[in-house]
């Protein structure tokens, strides 16, 4: 008997929280994903609350609304009624959630409170593919565990958890209607052995296949950096950035000490063009680590793609002071060479080959990104040659013509510099010889308008603005040849 009563106390001394799942409403079809039991699930396993799902099919309830404890509660019942529901059952927590199609997404958003009192929030946005199709139940199951895991780490992380006492089977007829949770064998293996498994996927042709398994290792152990870093990495490769965005960003918010995280999820976006999500991550990046090496890269890297290597430049040497990498150097070296530095761009390239290898980025994606950016740049002064020529046009002799020439010159020998020396992937090479085409061209135009200031001659000045079209035709060349190498590309290993 006092054993009896012992178990009774324990059991009593774990809170209880009531679940309840509000439904979207829409003119057409029903984009509500089930969540509610899920949850339920694994607030259940952790054993800091005790959890009772606002529905007929969880026993506790029903036996509530059967023995008359549970009055008037509605079949979809408003916040306000939950916790007139919360209060009669005398149940110190409520959960309310809701989970709801978003395309090829599901946004879900939770509410915890205590006492009627807000305590948590949270709002994912999740997308969990399973053999290259959306799976739903996959989905929920993944967002009731990373709302587990935040509870336990935020307003529960106080609580003792406490083995859940065993329960009696329902009588026949009464069972709850519990969701069939798929068991998922994730490999016990340490970080080397788990890349190694997932290349050979790769290298294979099977994508999905080292997906899942990169999947199943986050979630056998949600807490591992080296895990979360290869499916980040993993979902890069295979031309998946949104959800590689979306893997680094919960990831984040679950280690918010690992600035890295935030670096991999701000370049994920940048990948795609989301620069408003990407100043997000940054942000994020800069209120934990203002001056870390890998926030002011980021930084850096942003300051490259607003096309303003001024601001980079600053960014980029003192992360290179901090923490030289390759990464930092190959970077920098395109700075110099948008600023018109071509011997500085050179030796910053040159350096690559010594500094430390970093995993955030290989040879490939390095390429792809000063592709980005030297287009955006070349595109940027042409127009500025074609307003040179202009000007010339009128006033060939003017001082600020003279020195715009000797700029946009210095501008231009700087990136044929760089496009020279740096490492080309070799399915990017027909694309990258179209780009310098574009860069010898817009030079050629340059000294046409040179000889045109010199000596006059309308020869010259034709000659330059049949250059400068020439030159303008093999930039939007080169940036077509490289989407379609992009397109076509085999995906990469990961890390």
Known sequence: MVAASLGAAIALAVPQVLIHQTKVVVKTGDPNVPLADYLASELSASARLSPIVLSMTDPVFRTAVLEGKLKDVPDEPNLDQVMAAARQLQVEYVMSCQAAREGSKVRAIGQLFRNGRSVWKDQQLANVAKGGQNDEENTARSIARTWNIKINAGPLKDKVEQPAAATPEAAPGQAPRTPDLPVIKAPTVDAATLKAQIEAQVTAGQPEEALLIARDAVDESPLDLDRRMLLVRLLQSTGKDELAAGEARRAAELMPDKVGLRVLAARAWMSIGNLDEAQAELNE???????????????????????????????????????????????????????????GAKADLAQTEKAPATASRDSV??????????????????????????????????????????????????????????????????????????????AQTLLDLQGYIDAGGEDAITDARINLGEALKQVSAAREAFAAERVGSVPKKPG
């Not at 501008?411 to 310098?436: C, D, E, I, W, Y």
């Open 285 to 343: 990046a800069i209120a934990r680590d203002p001056n870390g090496a890998e926030t002011r890269l980021l930084l850096g890297e942003m300051s490259l793609i607003r096309l303003q290597p001024e601001k980079a430049l600053e960014h980029l040497s003192a992360a290179i002071k901090e923490e030289p990498s390759r990464d930092a150097y190959f970077l920098r070296a395109l700075c110099r060479g948008l600023l018109g530095g071509g011997e």
């Open 365 to 442: 994606q390095q390429y792809a990104l000063a592709a980005t950016v030297l287009d955006q740049a070349t595109t940027q002064a042409a127009n500025s040659v074609r307003s040179l020529i202009q000007r010339a046009a009128v006033r060939p002799k003017d001082k600020e013509v003279r020195d715009q020439l000797e700029l946009l010159q210095q501008g231009v020998q700087a990136k044929v510099a760089f496009l020279t020396a740096v490492q080309v992937p070799a399915n990017h090479k027909g694309s990258h010889n179209r780009s310098v085409l574009a860069q010898k061209l817009l």
